[in-house]
């Protein structure tokens, strides 16, 4: 999670950045003005699932146009932090650079508007940082958060018209709970994983309910809940995923999930 990133090739680095290009191009052609976006960040596959870590891109962010607000995780100062970055940047936080996978939701102005709201009310947005990081958070506890509970929250405070205070996140939470949020248990391969676990610093398993630990899951926000509960909450809501590899670009619009191995089907763009 902390280590340094594989050196980049600058063949390596000129696709990732053609692929940026194609993401804000997408971004632009939309006819939006925010937009949710996962990338592959960490490797889940073992948890089954493919996205790691998600934010809010903003047209009128404060950063250039299409800059994603996010929480990550500052390792040499071990607190959360709040941060806008580049489509590029956000795009090279893969730990592939010979492929990866970009989700983007597209928020219709009636959803836009008030997350924007929200997103761009700095003391608001501040307010939402929990204290204490960590990846695996359980989202009914304000004793540590991850990026994406992050994300989760701040989806409650502009779409539930949340005023600031020093209880945001225990009202946030409140209205997802409401609201239908449930994320998708994660799954633990085996007690040894829970071992390893102990020790890593920006894991922790004290947040969670007693039968999930025994029962080898944890609850934790990860991009595809977040995902759900948008499409729940607005069916009608548009996805684009894309993917790079070996050169190419595919570009599928729709709910329906691009092949691990990023091959396009009929109706893609390539």
């Not at 804000?24 to 073992?46: F, I, P, Q």
């Not at 806008?84 to 983007?104: E, M, R």
């Not at 590899?245 to 619009?253: A, I, M």
Request: aromatic content about 10%; hydrophobic content about 40%; some cysteine.
């Amino acid at each position: 999670y902390c280590d340094q990133p594989a050196p980049v090739t600058a063949q390596q680095q000129d696709r990732l950045l053609r692929f940026a290009d194609i993401v804000r191009s997408e971004l632009e052609a939309a006819g939006v003005s925010a937009a949710l976006v996962s990338r592959s960040g960490l490797n889940l596959k073992r948890f089954e699932h493919r996205y790691s870590h998600a934010g809010i891109s903003l047209r009128a962010s404060e950063q250039g146009p299409w800059a994603v607000r996010q929480l990550y995780y500052a390792c040499d100062e071990r607190r959360p932090r709040l941060f806008d970055q580049g489509l590029p940047g956000f795009v090279f936080g893969g730990d592939d650079p010979d492929g990866g996978f970009v989700s983007i939701v597209l928020l219709d102005a009636d959803l836009a508007a008030p997350l924007e709201r929200a997103a761009l009310d700095k003391p608001r947005a501040l307010r939402l940082i929990g204290a204490t990081y960590s990846a695996n958070a359980y989202p009914w506890s304000l004793r540590y958060q991850n990026c994406n509970q992050w994300l989760a929250e701040l989806l409650a405070a502009g779409w539930g018209g949340l005023a600031d205070g020093d209880d945001l996140r225990t009202r946030a939470q409140g209205w997802l709970r409401d609201a239908g949020y449930a994320p998708e248990p994660v799954k633990v391969p085996s007690h040894a994983w829970m071992f390893a676990g102990a020790f890593v610093p920006w894991l922790r398993y004290d947040d969670h309910p007693e039968d999930d630990r025994f029962a080898l899951r944890f609850r934790t926000s990860l991009p595809a809940s977040i995902e759900a509960f948008v499409q729940a909450q607005v069916p009608q809501t548009r996805r684009i995923e894309m993917c790079h590899r070996d050169g190419r670009v595919v570009v599928r619009e729709g709910w329906t999930s691009l092949s691990e191995d990023c091959r396009a089907e009929a109706t893609d763009r390539v």
